[in-house]
């Protein structure tokens, strides 16, 4: 992060006042974490300051220190939009395109306040941001957002709230340190965090440990039943339809991590996660080794991520969806085979 563009910013938000931060649709513990990190950190410096997301989260999430204030656009439209009419400055954390930003979308479009990126996705939309702080080969938006803070000269306002709230964002998108870890920066930005007495087992324990009885049946259910391994392509997938989650009384980010198990089986390189919703069907895919699972989401299924996890929406039946894929994997089959 470029320091300069850091210090010529922070002159630009202090003639400011209101500030408000958004991040991606389906907001996941990055996304969540990295925008409570900062809403405590514009706190602290006496800004009015709110956090909106577009729709729910999972409840995993929901003991983060200020989580209460947080804004869900599609629980409160008035409240959101109200802020958004009179933001000075829009942080758009975590998503590299306003597309990204489900119902907040075109909100966020017309909007003329100074909007500020800090994301790691690849390929920013460069003309929908004022100031742009991307870095794809980072392990999380929150280590940018420790960055930022402590780029700004304020690394001592790092407290514990928000310590525990960038340890999240790392950990969610670190797979607890199995992926995306092998850059040292991370250990160094965590060993800050530690130092302000964050308990990193019982946060692990929170964001791992906190299932409901039902949700652990749907894994059980979705492992015995709805998942197809394909030896030939490396691949397996796992689909799961809408009467399915009306089995197991569903609640979002239920599913969250079910994508990760196809890869613990040997030989599984690429794996993917069809969810039927309302009307369109959610993939989430995740790669082991040099398989690009954003460029095949992004060529085939209107979707992007990172190289290894990454996600898309497909507006076609579950079947058809899942058609169409098997029917793309012997395009591929020679990448899948030499990932790993
Ligand atoms: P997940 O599978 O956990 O929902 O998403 C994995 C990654 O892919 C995340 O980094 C997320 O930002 C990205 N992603 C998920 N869904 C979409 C989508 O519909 N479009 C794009 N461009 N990226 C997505
Ligand atoms: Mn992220």
């Not at 990295?34 to 709110?50: C, D, E």
């Not at 956090?51 to 656009?73: G, K, M, R």
């Not at 991590?257 to 690429?270: D, M």
Request: aromatic share 14%; charged share 25%; with cysteine.
């Amino acid at each position: 992060m470029n320091s300069d563009k850091i210090k010529e910013l922070k002159n630009r938000i202090n003639y400011c006042k209101n500030i408000v931060i958004t991040t991606h649709k389906n907001p996941d513990g990055d996304a969540i974490g990295s925008s409570l990190a900062l809403y405590h950190f514009y706190k602290k410096k006496n800004f009015n300051v709110k956090v909106i997301v577009p729709n729910q989260y999972p409840s995993f999430l929901a003991w983060l220190p200020a989580n209460d204030e947080i804004i869900v656009y599609e629980d409160d439209k008035k409240a959101a939009s109200d802020l958004l009419f009179k933001a000075d400055i829009i942080f758009c954390l975590d998503y590299n395109s306003l597309n990204r930003t489900g119902g907040l979308f075109e909100l966020l479009k017309n909007n003329n306040a100074v909007k500020i990126l800090i994301d790691h996705h690849l390929k920013p939309s460069n003309d929908e941001f004022d100031y742009i702080f991307s870095e794809t080969d980072t392990s999380s938006t929150a280590e940018l957002i420790f960055d930022f803070i402590n780029k700004s000269g304020d690394i001592a306002l790092v407290d514990k709230n928000i310590a525990e709230c960038l340890y999240v964002g790392i950990v969610t998108d670190t797979g607890s340190f199995s992926y995306s870890c092998n850059n040292s920066k991370t250990y160094t930005i965590v060993a800050e965090l530690v130092k302000t007495g964050i308990d990193c087992a019982l946060i692990h324990d929170f964001v791992y440990n906190s299932f409901s009885f039902s949700r652990v049946k749907l894994l059980g259910f979705t492992l015995y039943q709805r998942l197809i391994v394909l030896p030939e392509y490396h691949t397996a997938y796992i689909y799961l339809s809408k009467s399915d989650f009306e089995k197991f009384d569903f609640k979002n980010g239920d599913t969250e991590g079910i994508v990760n198990y196809p890869l613990s089986i040997k030989g599984i390189y690429f794996s993917v996660l069809f969810t039927e919703k309302e009307d369109y069907v959610k993939m989430s895919l995740r790669s082991k080794g040099e398989f690009c699972v954003n460029e095949f989401v992004r060529d085939n299924f209107n979707g992007g991520g990172h190289k290894n996890a990454a996600g898309g929406e497909s507006f076609l039946s579950l079947q058809k969806t899942i058609d169409k894929f098997v029917n793309l994997l012997p395009f591929y089959s020679e990448k899948i085979k030499k990932s790993f």
